[in-house]
C-alpha cells in the first residue's frame, strides 16, 4: 500500500520550508507519487473490443509505473514484470458470445430490439463466471492479496463492485459505452430521457413529443422491473458469491447497496464527439480514445504500396471482430463483391477466408492493420458497423464513415454519426449492395462529409491532455485521495422521495386536502346558517301572509 497521507503532507507543508529542505521534500514528492500502486483491472468481456478496452488500462497503468493484476480471457500481447494475468479464457472456449452470426442476425425477420433486462443477465452471468473462475477465486481467496484501487468493466449489473468489497479499496467503474441514465444512476442520478436516449435506442435529440414520452416510458419500465426484481436476483448473486471469501478474511460483507453506489469514478470510453454535452456528474470522465496507441504500427510492405498507388483513393471495409464477414450469406457477399469490382477506388475488405475471382481493385485482409490503414491519407472512406471503438477510431483519424448498425448501442452511434455530419447508415440487407454503392458514390464525390469528419476529429483532439495521460491521472487522483470522495455526487446520499421532493408533494397534498376539507366544512356551515335563517325568514312571511 502506498502512504498517500505523506504526499499531502509534503506538498502542504513544501512553501513553509526554506530552500534546501524545500528542494529534499519535492525530491521525495515526487518519488512518493510515481511510488507504484497495486492495481486490478478486470475485464470479463468476452469480445474483443472489450479485449481491446481492457489493455489499453493495462499499457497504460504499466506504462505509469503501476503493478497491474489483469483477470481477463483474452492474451495480453507484452510481458512485464509488473504485470499478472488472470486467465479465464477457459470459460469461452466454446461460447458464442465471441463470435455473433451475422447470418442468423439478417434472418431473423422481426427487428425486434435488445431489451436491456435481457442484456442485463446475458452480461451478468459473464461476469459471475469470471467471479468463479477457478483463478479468479484463488485470487479472491488469498487474504495476503490487497489492491490500492480496482477497476471493474461495468456489465449492465453491478456485482463487479464485490471486488472492491473484498480488497477493501476504491472501486473505478469502466464503461465500454456512451454514458447513458442505467450507469449514471450508480454515479449520480439516471438522466433526463426528454433528452438523454438509452443506449438502446435509435432517436438521437432532439426528440419528437412520441419520441421522448417513449424513452420515459422505457427508463422507468427498467426501473420499475429492477426494483420488483432484477435489484434482488443481484443482490442475492452478489451475496451469495462473495460471502465465503469475506469469511475467509473474517469480515462482513458490505451490503449490495452500499457497495453498487460506492464506486470512486466511472470513466467512460467516450467523448463530447460521439455523446454530446448533457450534464454529467463530475465523478464521470471521459477518456474515450485511450485505446489508440500513439504510435501507429505501420502497415506491411505490400499494404502500404497498394494504399499509397491508389489513386482514386481507398474503401476499408470490416465488420469487426465479433461480425465476421465470412459469415455473410454467400449471396450477399457476391453481390458486394461484384459492386466493389465495379467501383474505380482501391478496395479493402477485412476478410477472413480466401475469396475466389477477386476484382482487381480488392484485396481481402485476413487481420487488418486498422489505424494504421485509417491514418493513410488516401482512405476515402470506412465502411463499418458503427461500434463505439470504429467511430471513435475514425473521428480520431478524421475518416468520413458509411456504417451498417448490427447490435447494440450501434444504432444509436451510427444514428448520432449521421446527424453529425461525417457519416451515412445503410441497413443490413440481403439487397444492400446496391445501397452501397449509393452512398459510397456520395460519400466521395460530396467533400462535406470528409470536411465534417476533420471538423469533428479537431475537436476531438482539442482537449488539454490526451485521453490516456487522463485515465492514468484519474486513476493516481483516485488512489493518492483515497477514494475522491470529494467527487461523489451528494444525490447518491439521498433516497428517492427527498431527491424528487416526494415528501413536499405529500406535505402539500397534506396541506391541500386539509385546506379543502375545512372549507367544505365552513361551506357547509355558512350554507346551513343561511339557508336556516333564510327558511325562518320565508316562514315568517309566510306566516304574515
Ligand atoms: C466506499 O468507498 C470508500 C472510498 O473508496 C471506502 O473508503 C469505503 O470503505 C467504501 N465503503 C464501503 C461501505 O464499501
Redesign the pocket.
Known amino acids: 500500500m502506498r502512504n498517500s497521507k505523506n504526499n499531502f503532507v509534503s506538498a502542504v507543508y513544501l512553501s513553509k520550508m526554506e530552500k534546501p529542505m524545500t528542494f529534499l521534500l519535492l525530491i521525495s514528492a515526487i518519488l512518493a507519487c510515481t511510488e507504484s500502486a497495486k492495481i486490478l483491472v478486470v475485464s470479463p468481456g468476452s469480445s474483443k473490443s472489450h479485449g481491446i478496452l481492457g489493455d489499453g488500462y493495462v499499457r497504460l497503468l504499466l506504462n505509469a509505473g503501476h503493478e497491474v493484476t489483469y483477470i481477463t480471457p483474452f492474451a495480453y500481447k507484452k510481458h512485464s514484470a509488473n504485470l499478472r494475468i488472470v486467465d479465464t479464457s477457459s470459460n469461452f472456449e466454446k461460447s458464442p458470445a465471441i463470435v455473433m452470426d451475422i447470418k442468423g442476425i439478417m434472418d431473423r425477420k422481426s427487428d425486434e430490439s435488445e431489451d436491456t433486462i435481457g442484456l442485463s443477465l446475458m452480461m451478468l452471468d459473464i461476469v459471475k463466471k469470471t467471479i468463479i473462475h477457478e483463478n479468479v477465486q484463488k485470487l479472491l481467496n488469498d487474504p495476503k492479496e490487497q489492491f490500492d484501487v480496482v477497476i471493474v468493466e461495468w456489465m449492465f449489473g453491478d456485482i463487479g463492485a464485490g471486488f ?2 473484498v480488497f ?4 473505478i467503474w469502466s464503461a465500454t459505452l456512451d454514458p447513458h441514465w442505467n450507469i449514471l444512476k450508480l454515479m449520480d442520478e439516471p438522466s433526463n430521457p426528454a433528452y438523454s436516449v438509452d443506449i438502446m435506442s435509435s432517436y438521437s435529440a432532439p426528440l419528437t413529443f412520441s419520441q421522448r414520452v417513449n424513452e420515459l416510458w422505457n427508463q422507468l419500465k427498467v426501473q420499475f422491473l429492477r426494483y420488483v426484481w432484477l435489484d434482488g436476483f443481484e443482490e442475492n448473486m452478489y451475496t451469495s458469491l462473495f460471502t465465503p471469501i469475506l469469511e475467509k478474511r473474517g469480515r462482513k460483507l ?1 451490503s449490495f447497496y ?2 453498487r453506489y ?1 464506486a ?1 469514478l466511472l470513466l467512460s470510453n467516450a467523448y463530447v464527439t460521439t455523446s454530446g454535452g448533457a450534464s454529467l456528474p463530475q465523478s464521470h470522465k471521459f477518456v474515450g480514445g485511450y485505446h489508440i496507441d500513439d504510435t501507429v504500427e505501420p502497415l506491411s510492405e505490400n499494404l502500404k504500396k497498394i494504399m499509397d498507388n491508389a489513386k482514386d483513393g481507398v474503401i476499408y471495409f470490416s465488420m469487426g471482430t465479433i461480425l465476421r464477414s465470412k459469415d455473410l450469406p454467400k449471396e450477399v457477399k457476391i453481390s458486394l463483391l461484384k459492386m466493389f469490382g465495379s467501383l474505380k477506388q482501391t478496395v479493402l475488405w477485412k476478410f477472413e477466408e480466401v475469396l475466389p475471382n477477386l476484382p482487381k481493385n480488392v484485396h481481402i485482409l485476413q487481420w487488418a492493420p486498422q489505424q494504421a490503414i485509417l491514418a493513410h491519407p488516401n482512405l476515402a472512406v470506412f465502411i463499418t458497423h458503427g461500434g463505439l471503438l470504429s467511430t471513435t477510431e475514425s473521428i480520431h483519424y478524421g475518416v468520413p464513415i458509411i456504417a451498417i448498425p448490427v447490435f447494440g448501442d450501434q444504432f444509436l452511434n451510427v444514428e448520432r454519426s449521421v446527424n453529425k455530419g461525417f457519416a451515412l447508415k445503410v441497413d443490413l440487407a440481403y439487397t444492400m449492395a446496391d445501397e452501397l454503392k449509393k452512398k459510397i458514390v456520395e460519400i466521395t464525390s460530396n467533400k462535406r462529409y470528409k470536411e465534417k469528419a476533420k471538423e469533428l476529429s479537431f475537436i476531438y483532439h482539442d482537449r488539454p491532455v490526451k485521453p490516456g495521460q487522463e485515465l492514468v491521472h484519474w486513476v493516481n487522483h483516485v488512489i493518492n485521495t ?2 475522491a ?1 470529494h467527487l461523489r455526487s451528494p444525490a447518491l446520499d439521498l433516497p428517492f422521495y427527498k431527491r424528487k421532493f416526494l415528501d413536499l408533494a405529500a406535505l402539500l397534498a397534506v396541506l391541500l386536502l386539509t385546506i379543502y376539507i375545512m372549507l367544505k366544512q365552513a361551506l357547509a356551515y355558512i350554507c346551513s346558517q343561511v339557508c336556516s335563517t333564510k327558511q325562518k325568514t320565508g316562514s315568517k312571511k309566510k306566516k304574515n301572509n
Do not use: D, K, Q
Open positions: 472492491a468489497s477493501e479499496c476504491p472501486l458490505t452500499e457497495a460506492n470512486s483515497r477514494g470522495p
